[in-house]
């Protein structure tokens, strides 16, 4: 299944003891559906309060009903903040995590003097312009296979923080600034540091080639803050057979 | 002032017994600020649940405080579904109803199988495609001089119901449909209800020149349903010195 939704509300993608997340939310819709416990396998965890325009999910099941029924029945028992978008019949071999191959991460600012109501869940809210050229020249820097260890939250262990991002730009519509990277994995917190940092050399806190160094000293505390979670949305996910945008504008 | 608002959570701008409105939330903020309670005058009224992206108030005091420094002092005061985004001085002379030439109000559907959770507070969710072309043909009769007195509630007593409107018009992109309409004043619901029946035009349940025939007749039941209230902006609003639009694009 390919689904969206607002994580304003949720504590997050995966299943955990404090707060209601998406997961369990579509597994207990599973449940309504199907009269089945059924596990839900996401192709990666969202943080609490990140969005997603196209997540991918997959669970295995014997009851008898048209795959591209599932997607209807579900939204029937599911809350306004999460659809699905999608649902086919998948290879039994298919795995929404293992078998992902690339994802695209957006991150919204609204660069204006007052707030705007209508993205202020959606978009970071930033009072101030930033310098958008030192942004745009620190996101290339990003680009490449690189040890992104310190743009990992500190206090997490990942044996293997070596990740290829393919592209990594920012681009202004009047207030709407959005940042897009795509790569074949992103470590944890790793796209709002990346965030953050740029937000910290947009506004001349940080140099320039802050990332670059970050990349060379691996030391987290040469990167700058995580970014708010409500600015992050999953916006794509793509795997060798399919891409959630081909999927998704087909559909259209 | 020019004034922004999610309508989601307000019975509307003007303040009743039966709920929260923007016009008393607003008027609360300047008791705050100004510690006077002071009335707060909008350019009209807009229904429970329809948002604004442009509204316009005025309102008279003495406190000493230089006008723009308003708008900050406010939202610091209000509601994040609120936002005050400009104030200045004005001509003791100019009231924001009295003096309004026109407005502009948009309607946003979101057409795709599915309802999208990002905009599902701000655009009408519809899941079968309308006949676009049928909805533009009939946007045209909406333009000129007309009694729009079928497209005003049943049970409202108006004496003139004759309104211009200046334009009116459907722009798609992709899954997100507006129609935007100018004129020097609406009726009780008359958007919606123009809404409403280009959408019973558009799946074919009514006659494509079925607004033509209600502006000859006169009779609400030759017109269509009143369209639901949340897809529903006040977008502009237009004084014979400024414009919203004008003031807004030039601070940001």
């Known amino acids: 299944m390919i689904l969206a939704y607002d994580g304003t509300n949720y504590v997050g993608w995966q299943t955990q003891p404090n707060g209601i997340t ?28 990140v969005h997603a325009k196209a997540q991918v999910a ?13 997607a209807i029945a579900l939204n029937m028992h599911l809350p306004p903040d999460i659809r699905v978008l999608y649902t086919e019949e998948c290879d039994p ?16 600012l609204h660069v204006a003097p007052h707030a705007d109501v209508f993205s202020r869940r959606y978009a970071l809210q930033l009072h ?20 992104f260890r310190a743009f990992m939250s500190s206090g997490t262990t990942m044996e293997n923080t070596v990740r290829t991002v393919e592209s ?19 470590l944890y917190n790793m796209v709002r540091i990346l965030v953050g940092t740029m937000l910290a050399i947009g506004a001349h806190q940080l140099p320039v080639d802050a990332i670059r160094k970050a990349l060379e000293t691996l030391d987290r505390s040469d990167a700058g803050p995580t970014a708010p979670a409500h600015g992050l949305t999953l916006a794509r996910v793509l795997y060798p057979d399919f891409d959630t945008e081909e999927v998704l504008s087909r559909e259209r």
């Open 22 to 49: 998406v997961q369990e939310t579509v597994e207990h819709a599973l449940l309504e559906v199907t009269k089945q416990q059924i596990a839900l396998h996401g192709s990666g965890r969202t943080d609490s309060g």
């Open 58 to 70: 997959h669970f295995d099941t014997d009851v008898r009903m048209a795959a591209d029924k599932f």
């Open 93 to 108: 071999e298919f795995h929404a995590r293992f078998c992902a191959k690339k994802k695209q991460y957006c991150y919204r």
């Open 128 to 147: 101030h312009i930033p310098d958008f050229e030192a942004m745009q020249a620190a996101a290339k820097d990003v680009i490449g296979t690189h040890d």
């Open 168 to 186: 990594s730009e920012w681009l202004r519509d009047g207030a709407n600034w959005t940042y897009t990277v795509t790569g074949t994995g992103f």
